[in-house]
């Protein structure tokens, strides 16, 4: 029997295509004593992806070697003590059809508690990311406007019904007539604005945040983070997740522009990354699972069936195909 895997074909200049990944078949691999078969079945698709195929972010994925993500798989075959067949695991993997491993590193995950998928999303690492970068940066208090950019995505989506639980106002930044929509009525945020159809953002955002913005929660970067800089209240803070708006940028941009604005009105804008946060996992999950089943939040999943499909999958997150988190079910 074959395996089927995809490599890196060559490192993407500008926007990814389809060119720059290849399958590959190979025999399967045989396990060993100590090991075990997984089988893969959710891939986790994600923007920093990109970095590590370039290059820029470490450590980066090598030409014709395989490509990872976090992956939930099962477990087919066992010849190690601590896992039995038919176990769900979670971790960092190959973009493998099958995998041998020894077990080092692999998280057991039950699919009776939550929806397997759930663990690459609202409890995986894109809900902990929402929770953590607006709790622990953007500092939400009751009756303060939160704008979250990106908003109809996996952290996005879940950042802004968190900020609603915290009694904020909330405004969402989302690339069609449809998320916007949903972001309204699926998540509760009060409103939402079409970045791709609204002339003058800066205008747009002031209009829906009267009396200013106090935190806004960046996925984007670029031209939208100017509009919603440039209408910042007095100490707001701004938790920088992400900045998918550059992932494909050929040049590096740096632009000194915002720091007057930083001086005079005492803001606070901290870069994040969820990996400084791992010590606090179990509180953060605790926390989503609870507002989960009690139904204080909701999310969304776009699933794109077939491993042949993840190249498609991670191209479309930088065209906006998806609604809450991109996922590959095997
Ligand atoms: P996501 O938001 O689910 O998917 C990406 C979305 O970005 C797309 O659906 C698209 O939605 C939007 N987008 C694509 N190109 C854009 C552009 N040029 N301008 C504005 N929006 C664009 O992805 P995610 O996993 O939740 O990640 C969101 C951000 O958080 C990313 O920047 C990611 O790198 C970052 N992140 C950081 C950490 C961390 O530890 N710091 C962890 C997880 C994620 P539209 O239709 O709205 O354009």
Not at 50 to 71: C, N, V
Not at 135 to 145: D, F, H, N, R, S
Not at 231 to 254: A, F, L, M, W
């Amino acid at each position: 029997m074959n395996n089927r895997t995809i490599i890196l074909n060559s490192r993407p200049s500008g926007m990814p295509v389809a060119s720059d990944f290849k399958l590959i078949t190979e025999p399967m691999p045989p396990i060993g004593p100590g090991e075990i078969w997984l089988k893969t079945l959710y891939v986790s698709i994600d923007p920093y992806l990109r970095g590590k195929m370039s290059g820029t972010k470490s450590p980066r994925f090598e030409l014709d070697a395989p490509l990872s993500s976090m992956i939930i798989a099962e477990v087919v075959e066992s010849r190690n003590k601590d896992f039995s067949k038919g176990e769900y695991v979670k971790q960092y993997l190959d973009w493998k059809e099958y995998q041998v491993s020894n077990g080092e590193g692999l998280i057991k995950i039950s699919s009776t508690l939550a929806p397997l998928s759930t663990y690459l999303g609202v409890l995986g690492i894109t809900g902990l990311s929402a929770y953590f970068a607006l709790l622990e940066i953007g500092k939400p208090q009751t009756g303060e406007t939160l704008v979250v950019s990106g908003a109809a995505g996996a952290v996005g989506s879940i950042a802004g019904q968190i900020g609603k639980l915290m009694g904020c106002r909330v405004i969402g930044v989302a690339g069609t007539d449809e998320k916007v929509e949903l972001l309204k009525t699926k998540f509760g945020f009060d409103d939402a604005i079409n970045y791709k159809t609204t002339p003058d953002m800066k205008v747009a955002i002031a209009k829906a945040c009267p009396n200013g913005v106090d935190i806004y929660f960046d996925n984007v970067g670029g031209a939208i983070s100017d509009a919603v800089i440039a209408n910042i209240n007095k100490y707001g803070r701004i938790p920088v997740c992400g900045s998918i708006s550059n992932y494909n940028d050929t040049t590096e941009q740096i632009s000194p522009s915002l720091l007057p604005l930083v001086v005079y009105k005492f803001l606070t804008i901290q870069g994040f990354l969820i990996a400084d946060y791992a010590s606090k996992f179990p509180e953060g999950i605790t926390r989503l699972s609870s507002w989960l089943n009690e139904g204080k939040i909701t999310y969304s999943e776009t699933i794109l069936n077939g491993f042949d499909r993840l190249p498609e999958a991670f191209i479309g997150l930088f065209e906006g195909r998806n609604e809450g988190k991109m996922i590959v079910k095997v």
